[in-house]
């Protein structure tokens, strides 16, 4: 099926430093997500997107909806340990797709302390 | 408070068996979906639920995938003659409303699904 396209695949940091990854798409997104999943558990919502060119932050995280609604980018600062495990963005088309969502293949995020 | 529930939690199953996973919302959340997560991939979507009725079935992989949800509440995912490209973490999630672009899913921790 349709996956959004994700990078990098996976990052290797050191505490402290800070993180982007990616996500572009060939079809348009009303809505951006980013998504923290950890072992075992499923995705949990981290920042929502909702408007073309929207720049939003939650703590240390910081997001933006590309202008042409077909990317998006997730930014965290000041790397903790806790940050460590898979982020995933996701799209939702709107109209008629029930609040669908379409996901990317994820980042790995691996901090060392 | 209580979030979305998922059992079993982990099942192994015979190729060809028949097997059923549960999903038990956030209370009076409207919407229900269904999504199917393979090893080192992201969530694929299989279907979704608006109260009792299944509005959106597109992401079913083939006719051996079956979901009902027959109060609006609990949802159960069938897999009928299991093959091993079933296995995945199956993942349930739930939102209050109809879906609207602004509707967050909260997603339960999923059902691991071995096939041998």
């Known amino acids: 099926g349709q996956q959004l396209n994700q990078s990098p695949q996976s990052m290797f940091i050191q505490e402290g430093e800070d993180v982007s990854m990616n996500c572009t798409s060939s079809?348009?997104?009303?809505?951006w997500l980013w998504y923290k999943q950890d072992p075992g558990e499923g995705p949990v919502l981290l920042i929502a997107?909702?408007?073309?060119?929207e720049l939003t932050s939650n703590g240390r995280l910081t997001a933006q909806f590309g202008i042409t609604r077909k990317d998006s980018f997730l930014n965290i600062s000041a790397s903790i340990p806790s940050d460590v495990g898979i982020y995933f963005c996701?799209?939702?088309?709107?109209?008629?797709?029930?609040?669908?969502?379409?996901f990317g293949q994820g980042t790995i995020l691996t901090v060392h302390p | 408070g209580a979030g979305v529930s998922q059992s079993p939690r982990y099942k192994v199953a015979k190729r060809g068996q028949d097997v059923a996973l549960r999903c038990d919302p956030i209370?009076?959340?409207?919407?229900l979906f269904w999504y199917q997560q393979a090893l080192g991939q992201g969530p694929e979507f299989l279907t979704y639920?608006?109260?009792?009725?299944?509005?959106?079935k597109s992401g079913l992989p083939s006719d051996r995938f079956f979901a009902e949800r027959p109060e609006g509440s609990v949802s159960t995912l069938k897999i009928q003659r299991t093959q091993q490209e079933d296995s995945a973490v199956y993942l349930c999630?739930?939102?209050?409303?109809?879906?609207?672009?602004?509707?967050?899913?909260?997603f339960g921790p999923g059902t691991r699904l071995l096939v041998l």
């Open positions: 639920f608006q109260n009792e009725a299944q509005l959106d």
């Open positions: 079809s348009i997104f009303n809505t």
């Open positions: 209370s009076g959340h409207v919407s």
């Open positions: 997107l909702y408007k073309a060119g």
């Open positions: 999630a739930s939102s209050f409303r109809t879906s609207g672009n602004r509707e967050t899913q909260y």
């Open positions: 996701a799209g939702n088309a709107g109209g008629t797709s029930y609040g669908k969502l379409t």
